[in-house]
């Protein structure tokens, strides 16, 4: 063991912000940086051991636009913690119907008027 004290310090500081981290559970929304957009993916940093691979497809709005610049910071729910390839699975449509549930319930539990599109029928009812 060294006794540079430089890298007992390092080393402190590392175990404190360790200590600070959340543990981080499927289903959790966080927030990441998009880091790079490819042809088929959006790769987007958490803050994870590694960047996450999230399908083009969840950052195109109706009109099939992009929604999300390299830069931006997005929402995203873990989908799975490390895989067996050591990645993590990150969604933004599911992060979207969280974010939407909560502001369901919120308005539920004021009393608010709610408003949307109707996207479907289904058996005893419509899709909204």
Do not use: C, H
């Not at 890298?7 to 404190?16: G, K, N, T, Y």
């Not at 067996?84 to 979207?96: H, M, N, P, V, W």
């Amino acid at each position: 063991m060294s006794d540079n004290p430089t890298m007992q310090e390092s080393f402190a500081d590392l175990f404190e912000e360790s200590l600070g981290r959340q543990e981080m559970r499927p289903g959790e929304v966080i927030t990441a940086e998009v880091v790079r957009i490819d042809q088929n993916f959006v790769v987007v940093n958490a803050g994870l051991k590694s960047e996450s691979y999230i399908d083009l497809e969840e950052f195109l709005n109706d009109q099939g636009e992009l929604e999300v610049s390299v830069g931006d910071f997005v929402q995203v729910a873990i989908e799975q913690l490390e895989n067996g390839f050591g990645e993590t699975r990150l969604s933004r449509d599911r992060a979207k119907r969280v974010a939407a549930w909560n502001a369901l319930e919120l308005a539920l539990n004021d009393g608010s008027l709610v408003s949307g599109t109707i996207t479907g029928k289904v058996k005893g009812g419509l899709t909204v």
